[in-house]
């Protein structure tokens, strides 16, 4: 290397930074000990801010756009120097840029469920997370506050800060805003909203603006949901007996479908509904049919008149409607012997000792011998 070279080396005549990151915050230009000189370009583009440093003492601060160094826009650098107007001597200065655009989608989460005391469930635990976005917007501020002299700053090095401030401060908007726990869903833009308000000061004392909050979602812990999700089945299924009568209308469809299927196909497919509901309210109580060992105190009959049960291979089916009751008989499921109980029976008995049953069977033929 000439002469010629090693001096031309010394001086720095071109001031840029070309970033192709996504999380650097802070820059500092690799001056080394070479010295800036005067009329040296400086070019600042959008979204930079470049900060010039004398003695551990900001100076000058340029926006974006392209600049001729001199004492002209050097105002308080010139001033630190001691530099008399025209003075065109190299010169040694701290050069930072700072990334003003805004830095998208930030997580943050509760780690551990926070207590919270709700109006219709008393003490409960929520648990919480989503996105934020935000920038920089002093960023002399931010230099002081933040990121102090490091060559480098990233998105990662503040981040853990910003997301116990958007944590805390979070969660106790939420509390503070008194929103029914079973009306957050509906509710995450007004709270996203009370949150941003709550941490935007914060956000600005460190010359950080927070451009964006957003909840993701906001959920009880899986035993409390599993409850609710009970709670909602119940109010969607509503009367329990209507429902037991719809169960059993609609496997006395399917066995019409199925002539083979016989009267066990009825039993076996009422008895399904029947089951669950007994799983849910203890709508029915089915019991073994022995004649012999006198009559059990038959269950409840669901409000509707005109309802029987029958008793198929000792156990209990139905209720079935008197329509119903005549089709099985028509086709052979129902016999006169058939043990069958109503609402103001003292006890099961045979089919024909019934007035409004027997009549089902006079019009059918006798059995073949």
Known sequence: MGLFDTLRNEFIDIIEWTDDSS??????????ENEIKMNAKLTVR??????????????DVFPAGMYTLSTQNMPILATLKGWKYGFDSPFKADVFFVNTKQFTNQKWGTKNPIMLRDAEFGPVRLRAFGSFAFRVNDASKFFKEVAGTNSEFTVDSINEQLRNL???RGMDAIAESKIP?????SNYDEVSLIITDKIKAEFNELGLELTKFLIENISLPPEVEQALDKRSSMGIIGNLGAYAQFQAANAMEAVASNP???LMGVGLA????VGMMNQMGNVFQPQQVNPSAGNPTPPPLPPVGNMYFVAVNGVQTGAF???QLQAMAQSGQLTRTSLVWTQGMSGWLAAETQTELAGLFTAMPPPIA
């Not at 726990?181 to 869903?185: N, Q």
């Not at 009422?270 to 509904?273: D, K, L, N, Q, R």
Request: hydrophobic fraction near 50%.
């Open 23 to 32: 999380d650097i915050i802070l820059w500092k230009f690799p001056r080394y």
């Open 270 to 273: 009422a008895g399904m509904g």
């Open 321 to 323: 409607s008197l329509p």
């Open 260 to 262: 083979n299927g016989g």
């Open 166 to 168: 958007a944590i805390t």
């Open 46 to 59: 959008e979204s930079q801010v470049a900060i010039f440093l004398n003695e551990g003492v900001i100076a």
């Open 181 to 185: 726990v079973l009306d957050l869903a």
